[in-house]
Nanobody
Framework: EVQLVESGGGLVQAGGSLRLSCAAS????????IGWFRQAPGKERESSSY???????????YYADSVKGRFTISSDNAKKTVYLQMNRLKPEDPAVYYC?????????????????WGQGTQVTVSS
């Protein structure tokens, strides 16, 4: 069974940090790229919420402008886990954060190219 399980969300003060984890199982992790998306309250999980991506076949991780310089994506292939280190969290960052897996690995996948999705983890930022 294919599974992507996010963890690490929670409540943090503005300016604080959280590290999200995305643990994968049930598929060949090395063959997939992993992306992070977020869905703000009352909004759809649309392409504008695409925030980061990493692939072992692409040397350049992707970051949305809204998180560039604050968030860092990394991967531990041995643990089949991708991390999203989120620093200097802002009041506009609260959302449910999802990870997803795509077979497009040599360039940044489009949102529709993600095949598997996790259930999400809630991030709340207090001001």
């Amino acid at each position: 069974e294919v599974q992507l399980v996010e963890s690490g969300g929670g409540l943090v003060q503005a300016g604080g940090s959280l590290r999200l984890s995305c643990a994968a199982s049930g598929f060949s992790f090395d063959d997939y790229a992993i992306g992070w998306f977020r869905q703000a309250p009352g909004k759809e999980r649309e392409s504008s919420s695409y925030i980061s991506y990493i692939s072992s076949s692409d040397a350049s991780p992707y970051y949305a402008d809204s998180v560039k310089g604050r968030f860092t994506i990394s991967s531990d292939n041995a643990k089949k886990t991708v991390y999203l280190q989120m620093n200097r969290l802002k009041p506009e960052d609260p959302a449910v954060y999802y990870c997803a897996a795509s077979l497009v690995v040599t360039t940044t996948p489009a949102p529709y190219e993600y095949r598997y999705w996790g259930q999400g983890t809630q991030v709340t930022v207090s001001s």
